[in-house]
Nanobody, 125 residues
Framework: QVQLVESGGGLVQAGGSLRLSCAAS????????MGWFRQAPGKEREFVAG???????TYADSVKGRFTISRDNAKNTVYLQMKSLRPEDTAVYYC???????????????????WGQGTQVTVSS
């Protein structure tokens, strides 16, 4: 299975933007569906966005139109571009990998078996 390392988190004002990166190693990245999750203090981890082998993407309703997930298989990296950030987006963001068949939609219920250590995103009001 792949090993995942997130980066790009930080402190940003409401309305600002951040781009998170997740670098993969040790596996065939192109055969993984990839997802981004987040967990705020005192809350359960929630699905944010997912991307399939064929670049089909899915999003949580709370981030649609503001966040964009993408992948670069040549760089073994998945990205999460976040715009129009809100204080409620504050959380630790995790990327995750799931071995799924080609064409399978990647969402919160996909069989993720690789997780990164997380990167903190803090949005100030």
């Amino acid at each position: 299975q792949v090993q995942l390392v997130e980066s790009g988190g930080g402190l940003v004002q409401a309305g600002g933007s951040l781009r998170l990166s997740c670098a993969a190693s040790g596996g065939t990245f192109s055969r993984y569906g990839m997802g981004w999750f987040r967990q705020a203090p005192g809350k359960e981890r929630e699905f944010v966005a997912g991307i399939s082998w064929s670049d089909d993407s899915t999003y949580a309703d709370s981030v649609k139109g503001r966040f964009t997930i993408s992948r670069d298989n040549a760089k073994n990296t998945v990205y999460l571009q976040m715009k129009s950030l809100r204080p409620e987006d504050t959380a630790v963001y995790y990327c995750a990998g799931a071995r799924v068949p080609p064409g399978r939609v990647v969402d919160g219920s996909s069989p993720y078996n690789s997780w990164g250590q997380g990167t903190q995103v803090t949005v100030s009001s």
